[in-house]
C-alpha cells in the first residue's frame, strides 16, 4: 500500500446513542485506500475488532516497522484490491486511536472524557459510520466486511441500513456473546477495576495507568485467542533457560509471550477505552434488539453474505457462524460460508493463511465484478 495518512471528520450534529445520552459532537478518525469511482459504488467498510483502530493498511511513514493491522488482504491485488475498491476503515467511537473517547476532550467541560464518555454499542458504532458514509458522499456500500467484533458490526449494517450495503462479510463472529465470552470479559475488566492506579478511570489525573490490570486483561484475552494446538506448536512446554527454577518467575516459554504482550498492550491502549469496547461486545444481540428470533432480525437484510469461520477458534467457534448462516439460509437470502481448516484460533481472521486469502479474494472479486457491471 505505501505511505498512508489518517483523516478526521468532525461531526456537528448530536448523535443519540442506545444508552439514552448522546454525544453532542463527536471526531471521526479514519484512513482511505484506492480511489472512489465516479458513481461512488465501489466502496468497501472495513469494521475493526476490539483493540483494533483505522490503520488497517499501508504505513504512516518509512520509519513505522509494521503496516496496518490487515495489511495482507487489504491492497492492489490482495483480496481487497485497491485496484477495484475504495477501502475505508475508521476508528470507532470510544477508541483511544483519535476518534472521540475517553482521552478525548469532552466539548462541553473542556476536560478528558474518562470514566465520563457514553457507553457503545454495535448499533451506535454503525450509526457513526453511516454519519462517515453520508460526508463521503457514498450512498451503499459495495460490501462492509469484519472479523470478530467487526464482523458484528458488518451484520448490524445489514439489519440496520439494509439499502445501504450490497454485501456483508462476517468472519469469525457470533450472532451474540456466550455466558462464557462474557465471564472472560468480566474477569478482564476486574483486573482493570481492581487495579489500584485505575482511580476510578480517572487515572489520567493522576498521571498514571492501571498498567498491571491491562496487562492481565490483555493476557486472559490473548489466551483466548490462540488455539491450544496454536500454543502447543508455537511454545510447547519449552524452557527459557532449559531447566526449572523453582520459583515464580518467568521460567516457560509461553508465560514469556504472554507477559511480553501485555506489557506491551499496555502502553498502547487505553484502560476505559477497553472497558467500554468490552461491553459493547457484550451488549450485541440482534435478536433481542429486535423482539424476536435472529431470523426475524434477520429478515430485515437485503444483501447478499459471505460467512467464514475457523475450526480452531474456540471464542466464536463455527457452531456460532452456522448460527447465523441457517437463520440467514431460513428468510431466503444469498449466503456463502466457509469454515477453515487451521491451527490459529480465533486469531486466525487477521493472518494471511491460503485458503482463507483465496475464499474472500474470489468472493470479492465477484463483488467488483458486479460494481463493474453496473457500472456499464
Avoid at 23 to 41: K, R
Avoid at 183 to 198: G, H, K, W
Avoid at 214 to 232: C, F, N, P
Wanted: proline share 5%; charged share 20%; aromatic share 10%.
Amino acid at each position: 500500500m505505501g505511505l498512508v495518512q489518517p483523516h478526521t471528520l468532525h461531526v456537528d450534529q448530536p448523535l443519540e446513542l442506545e444508552c439514552g445520552r448522546q454525544l453532542p459532537s463527536c471526531d471521526l478518525v479514519y484512513e482511505t485506500y484506492g480511489n472512489l469511482n465516479a458513481s461512488a459504488s465501489n466502496a468497501v467498510l472495513i469494521c475493526h475488532a476490539l483493540s483494533g483502530h483505522h490503520h488497517a493498511a499501508g504505513y504512516h511513514s518509512m520509519d513505522e516497522k509494521r503496516p496496518g493491522w490487515w495489511d495482507s488482504c487489504i491492497g492492489p491485488g490482495k483480496p481487497i484490491d485497491t485496484n477495484r475498491f475504495f477501502v475505508v476503515c475508521l476508528n470507532n467511537l470510544g477508541g483511544c486511536h483519535g476518534s472521540s473517547g475517553p482521552t478525548s476532550t469532552n466539548p462541553e467541560t473542556g476536560q478528558l472524557w474518562g470514566p465520563d464518555f457514553p457507553m457503545m454499542t454495535v448499533k451506535d458504532w454503525v450509526k457513526s459510520q453511516a454519519r462517515l458514509a453520508d460526508a463521503l458522499g457514498i450512498e451503499q456500500w459495495a460490501a462492509v466486511v469484519g472479523g470478530s467484533l467487526g464482523g458484528m458490526q458488518a451484520l448490524q449494517w445489514a439489519i440496520d441500513f439494509p439499502d445501504r450495503l450490497r454485501h456483508a462479510v462476517v468472519i469469525a463472529a457470533a450472532p451474540k456473546l456466550s455466558a462464557q465470552n462474557i465471564a472472560f470479559n468480566e474477569v478482564a475488566r476486574q483486573s482493570i477495576l481492581t487495579d489500584p492506579n485505575f482511580h476510578g478511570g480517572r487515572y489520567y489525573l493522576h498521571d498514571t495507568y492501571p498498567r498491571q490490570g491491562l496487562i492481565l486483561a490483555r493476557m486472559v484475552g490473548h489466551i483466548t485467542y490462540l488455539s491450544d494446538d496454536a500454543m502447543r506448536m508455537k511454545f510447547g512446554r519449552d524452557l527459557r533457560s532449559g531447566r526449572f527454577h523453582f520459583g515464580f518467575d518467568v521460567e516457560f516459554q509461553v508465560e514469556s509471550y504472554l507477559r511480553h504482550q501485555g506489557e506491551t498492550f499496555s502502553r498502547n491502549f487505553d484502560a476505559n477505552t477497553y472497558l467500554l469496547m468490552t461491553k459493547a461486545l457484550d451488549y450485541f444481540d440482534p435478536a433481542r434488539e429486535q423482539g424476536g428470533t435472529l431470523e426475524q432480525a434477520l429478515e430485515r437484510t437485503r444483501c447478499g453474505f459471505l460467512v467464514m469461520s475457523f475450526n480452531s477458534d474456540w471464542r466464536f467457534s463455527p457452531e456460532r457462524s452456522r448460527e447465523i448462516v441457517n437463520a440467514l439460509t431460513h428468510v431466503g437470502r444469498d449466503v456463502s460460508y466457509a469454515e477453515i481448516d487451521t491451527p490459529k484460533g480465533h486469531d486466525a481472521f487477521l493472518l494471511p493463511i491460503p485458503e482463507y486469502v483465496k475464499l474472500l479474494g474470489a468472493y470479492l472479486r465477484r463483488v467488483a465484478d458486479e460494481v463493474d457491471a453496473d457500472g456499464q
